[in-house]
């Protein structure tokens, strides 16, 4: 099947990338990530995807634009529920891209983490696969966490420390109690596993 897979990052890519290749499928990617701030945050994963699909022959779309902007405006007073309308964004636009190239179906990376909400991530994809008539394919790519995040650490990939949106960055590294440890903020650069 000709699939169209959004990508929110290169480590996230790993495994799924190598189980839908493995089981016969022709995989197109779609960098389409407005919630990915601040911009050099943005831009470094966006590298290391691009020198990655390089090195695998994988082709990739990179959405032109940059719209944070956008973003913060539809997520603003309801941050709480942020991640429903970012997901939806971005698997939208995967369906346009998806709709335009002809593409057999689409899927996402998204699917491959153990950080995100799987199942609102389900709920979307397939509801939008509904509205517009193609296939989401699903699969739950989370069984491959480990292996993809071997792989990825073996290759010295970049691997960030929180999921995207300034909101995350907050929740990662502001301290619960608002009291400000000069110490352990000087400390907190060597996080791994929040993809
Ligand atoms: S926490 Fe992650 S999924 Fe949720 S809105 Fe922020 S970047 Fe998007």
Known sequence: MKLLMHICCAPCTVYPLQTLRSD?????????????HPYREYKKRLDTLAHYAGGCGLRVTYEQGYELERFLRNVAFREKDRCRYCYYDRLQRTVYRAKEGRFDGFTT????SKFQNH???KDIGESLASEHRIRFYYQDFRVGWFQGKTISKEMGMYRQ??????????????PANGALNVESARSSGAVEDVL
Not at 161 to 174: H, L, N, P, W
């Open 161 to 174: 420390a929180y999921c995207g949106c300034v909101y995350s960055e907050k929740d990662r590294f502001y």
């Open 24 to 36: 016969g499928h022709d995989i197109h990617g779609l960098f389409y990530n407005p919630n990915i």
């Open 109 to 112: 990376t998204l699917l491959y």
């Open 119 to 121: 199942p609102m991530i």
